[in-house]
């Protein structure tokens, strides 16, 4: 059986705990991405208006669910597949498809100012 992990608790992450916990955030985010872009897919075919913005609200109801997901494990969703991982001191970073978690921000430098760990 795996480790259970706490939802809905504001959490600090050690770049171990990070990356331990990488691999539920890659699944969850891995699904969301290829719902959004066969539903993108789908947009662009479709030349009802109706049925286009119906199409868009699944986009959104996708993308709200991959975020609510994201943060019940304590992390936080900054962007489209963009993951942060409070460490106390600033940000692990990690977007989708990346392979692993190899990046650091504080908390004020954001994405941009995000630097490669060693």
């Known amino acids: 059986m795996?480790?259970?992990?706490?939802?809905?608790?504001?959490?600090?992450?050690?770049?171990?705990?990070?990356?331990?916990?990488?691999?539920?955030?890659?699944?969850?985010?891995?699904?969301?991405?290829?719902?959004?872009?066969?539903?993108?897919?789908?947009?662009?075919?479709?030349?009802?208006?109706?049925?286009?913005?119906?199409?868009?609200?699944?986009?959104?109801?996708?993308?709200?669910?991959?975020?609510?997901?994201?943060t019940r494990l304590g992390c936080e969703a900054k962007g489209m597949w963009l993951v942060d991982f409070d460490s106390g001191q600033g940000f692990y970073c990690w977007r989708f498809p990346e392979s692993g978690i190899n990046h650091f921000h504080g908390y004020d430098e954001g994405y941009r100012g995000r630097v490669e760990i060693h």
């Open 2 to 70: 795996g480790e259970v992990i706490a939802i809905h608790q504001k959490r600090f992450f050690t770049l171990n705990d990070a990356r331990q916990i990488l691999p539920v955030i890659r699944r969850i985010t891995r699904k969301a991405h290829d719902e959004v872009r066969c539903l993108g897919a789908q947009i662009n075919a479709v030349e009802d208006a109706s049925r286009k913005k119906d199409l868009e609200e699944a986009v959104y109801r996708v993308f709200k669910s991959w975020h609510q997901k994201i």
